[in-house]
């Protein structure tokens, strides 16, 4: 006779195939992608588009920022919700991030204390932002029943418009070296691997480790899955929403953070649509608009394969607006995807 603890192993098997095979299936995908730039590579422009390791480097580096983000976005997304405000946010955790570690003799003598040190205040400080942006969409979402869309909508509003304010819509350079080592490359294994995309890849792991194994991952796919049953069983819904959406802000800030870093410098404008290639990697990844499926694995395959799709583009000398056209119908037919799917298991 099989035990109850023997029937749910039985009956999660088929539940983690069908999630192994649709990341196998996107994994396919990125492959396909990649070997059709490369052959048209070798037609139009005569040389090889995955056999340039510096343009590899590129876009690992590249899809860093995106991929950060994206790991928020998707705990989001599990939920049932939406956060249209990261990349807003990415733009004033990076100015504010930028005001600290700025190496001009006006902010020496405003921040004496901060800029001649290591640059975990202006780490602290971009975070700190981002936490915040984060909190204050989870309590008007948990605490007024307003839907994200709207409540992330006006903080993407309100933090661009606060990121404009803080330098009256000035950029910031001049930064101080200690912070702008967080963008650097070190060479391991003999492949140049930037600090962005390590932490990127730290990020990426945690979140895994969380939303699979933790309280906290089974909360975020209750939630999402069926918020009627999550609240019956006991769970605070109000209390997790405010965490998770916490925790995406977080994550913004960070993406902020590392943004400025990159650049040497910081202006409002950062992050302008970055919050659509974070939904973006994310569905792409597997990542269900419904709520209540999704996973970090997913993400990060969808977040490469943006970036292999940008550079490809650039590779041909293909113009930018092609690649806005290109990213709206993957968004469609990766959400029509997953609405054949989610109808195809509700007939079984």
């Known amino acids: 006779m099989t035990t109850p603890s023997g029937a749910t192993a039985v009956a999660k098997r088929p539940a983690m195939k069908r999630k ?47 991929g ?27 100015m504010v991030a930028a005001s600290l570690a700025q190496s001009s003799t006006d902010v020496r003598a405003l921040y004496p204390a901060l800029t001649d040190l290591l640059p975990i205040w202006p780490i602290l400080a ?38 404009k304010w803080y330098t009256l819509g000035q950029p910031i350079g001049l930064l101080n070296p200690n912070f702008t080592w967080l963008g650097k490359s070190f060479f391991i294994l003999g492949f140049p691997l930037p600090l962005p995309v390590i932490i990127f890849i730290a990020v990426a792991i945690i979140s895994h480790i969380a939303l699979r194994y933790t309280r906290y991952g089974k909360f975020t796919y209750a939630i999402g899955a069926n918020p009627q049953a999550a609240r019956v069983s006991g769970i605070d819904i109000g209390s997790h929403l405010i965490k998770v959406y916490a925790i995406a802000g977080l994550l913004s800030g960070l993406a902020g953070v590392v943004t400025a870093a990159r650049a040497a410098s910081a202006q409002p404008t950062m992050g302008v649509a970055y919050e659509l290639d974070a939904i973006a990697a994310a569905v792409i990844g597997g990542t269900s608009l419904a709520g209540g499926v999704g996973r970090i694995t997913g993400t990060v395959i969808g977040t490469i394969i943006l970036g292999v799709i940008t550079s490809g583009f650039t590779f041909l000398k293909i113009g930018s607006y092609y690649q806005e056209i290109i990213k709206g119908m993957i968004i469609v037919v990766a959400v029509i995807i997953d609405q054949y799917r989610r109808s195809r298991k509700a007939r079984v």
């Open 68 to 94: 950060i983000l994206a790991v928020g976005v998707t705990q989001v997304i599990i939920t049932s919700g939406i956060d249209l405000s990261s990349g807003s946010v990415i733009g004033l955790a990076a």
């Open 20 to 66: 192994l095979g649709n990341e196998m299936s996107t994994a396919v995908v990125l492959v396909g992608i990649a070997l059709v730039f490369e052959i048209l590579g070798w037609i139009f422009v005569g040389s090889s588009f995955l056999g340039n390791q510096q343009r590899l480097s590129i876009i690992i580096l590249q899809v860093s920022v995106i």
């Open 126 to 163: 971009g975070l700190l932002v981002g936490l915040l942006a984060g909190l204050i969409n989870g309590l008007i979402i948990a605490k007024t029943n307003i839907p994200p869309f709207i409540a992330t909508l006006g903080m993407m509003v309100c933090a661009r418009g606060v990121a």
